[in-house]
Nanobody, 122 residues
Framework: QVQLVESGGGLVQAGGSLGLSCAAS????????MGWFRQAPGKEREFVAT????????YYANSVKGRFTISRDNSKNTVYLQMNSLKPEDTADYYC???????????????WGQGTQVTVSS
């Protein structure tokens, strides 16, 4: 069972940038598609981005397209989320997840990290 640990969250002003990382516990990482989700206070968890096992395919939520970039380094068992032009509405807890396919629904992912908080001030 792969374990995932996110890092890189924090407080940033609107218009700023922040990079998140998610490190996996073992080399099975390479066999998983990876996704990023977020959950704002009082709201349901929502899809942000996903990347295939080899990085060849990526897909983004419309709300972040053009501002966020998902990438991965299989040699480091790590997936990244680079967030630019941040908006207050991007404030949420961000979670990485591992699954067999590049899905957009939470149930398509089997393993989850504990989350990292991102706060964007106006």
């Amino acid at each position: 069972q792969v374990q995932l640990v996110e890092s890189g969250g924090g407080l940033v002003q609107a218009g700023g940038s922040l990079g998140l990382s998610c490190a996996a516990s073992d080399d099975t990482f390479v066999s998983y598609a990876m996704g990023w989700f977020r959950q704002a206070p009082g709201k349901e968890r929502e899809f942000v981005a996903t990347i295939s096992w080899n990085g060849g395919r990526t897909y983004y939520a419309n709300s972040v397209k053009g501002r966020f970039t998902i990438s991965r380094d299989n040699s480091k068992n790590t997936v990244y989320l680079q967030m630019n032009s941040l908006k207050p509405e991007d404030t949420a807890d961000y979670y990485c997840a591992a699954g067999l396919n590049t899905g957009t629904m939470s149930y398509e992912y089997d393993y989850w990290g504990q989350g990292t908080q991102v706060t964007v001030s106006s």
